[in-house]
């Protein structure tokens, strides 16, 4: 299986990618963000130092509970952002890193991604569950990669009322038809990356349902993004509120996903993580 993005070209199977976070926004659900573009650069060369394949970033947390922002205003947020992504510079934790890192776009907006895109970002990193084919189209045109992910509804939105008979086939529905609908927009297959969704529109029992069968996804023969960072699954079945003290229940999420098949993980600890895979992969 090969992923492209941006001009670069992954083979799997090998070890798990791990896409470490960057917020550029102060209302993070993880308290992790931060409005200052030096902060979120030292954040960014502490990931890639610690182990990081990708790095995520986004202008605009994605909780309900919390206002929109205009598209002018989270494309300020990141656009210095990634400008100067490549001045990060590190060593290699081993020669599996991925390096330099790519850079993901985390938005949901057609203009932000694609001006991030310009700007020199290689994988769009789109919440919307592509509705439309507009993101498709853009990722397209820049030769980058799109992660479509599974969720009902527009993002920003709440969506704890979604309840289903079937999760897991309809997630297999959906990426069904997505995923068609993305290469008739003319994305190249090679170029698209799943995300089951975790916690999007989703009860405790489905994402459990989801981590319990994770494989069914293999068949579509493309990488499968798991999001588990301190999700809110992980604080509900531990029974622990705070998202920040939720690492280990994580590191528990990523391993479970690399057993059944998961090629990239996207966390907010990417050394707790990187050591966790680096010593599971060799046991798998």
Known sequence: MILRAGGREIRFPRRPLIMGIVNINDDSFAGDGSLDIEQALDLARSHVAEGADIIDVG????????????????????????????????????ENQLYPPLLSINTWRAKVAAG??????????????LPFDQNA?????????????????????????????DVLGTIDTF????????????????????DPGIDFAKQRLDNLLIFRY????????????????????????????????????????????LLRGASIFR??????????????????
């Not at 994605?62 to 929109?68: D, F, G, I, S, V």
């Not at 991030?116 to 569950?129: E, T």
């Open 59 to 94: 202008g605009e947390s994605a909780r309900t509970n919390r206002p929109e922002i205009g598209e002018d205003e989270e494309l300020a947020r990141i656009l210095p952002f990634v400008k100067r992504f490549g001045e990060i510079e590190g060593t290699p934790v081993d």
């Open 137 to 165: 189209r853009i990722a397209a045109r820049h030769g980058a990669a799109l992660l479509i992910m599974h969720s009902v509804g527009l993002p920003k939105q709440k969506q704890t009322h979604v309840f289903y008979q």
């Open 267 to 284: 966390v907010h600890n990417v050394h707790a993580v990187s050591q966790a895979l680096r010593v599971a992969f060799q046991c798998k």
């Open 214 to 257: 994770l494989d069914r996804l293999n068949r579509f023969e493309r990488p499968v993004l798991l999001p588990v960072s301190r999700k809110t699954v992980i604080g509900e079945t531990l029974g622990i509120p705070d998202p920040q003290k939720r690492d280990a229940g994580t590191v528990a999420c990523v391993i479970a996903g």
């Open 116 to 129: 991030a895109l310009d700007a020199g970002g290689q994988i769009l990193n789109d919440l919307s569950a």
């Open 175 to 194: 990426f069904e038809k997505k995923i068609d609908f993305a290469i008739a927009a003319g994305l190249e297959r090679t170029a698209i990356i799943l």
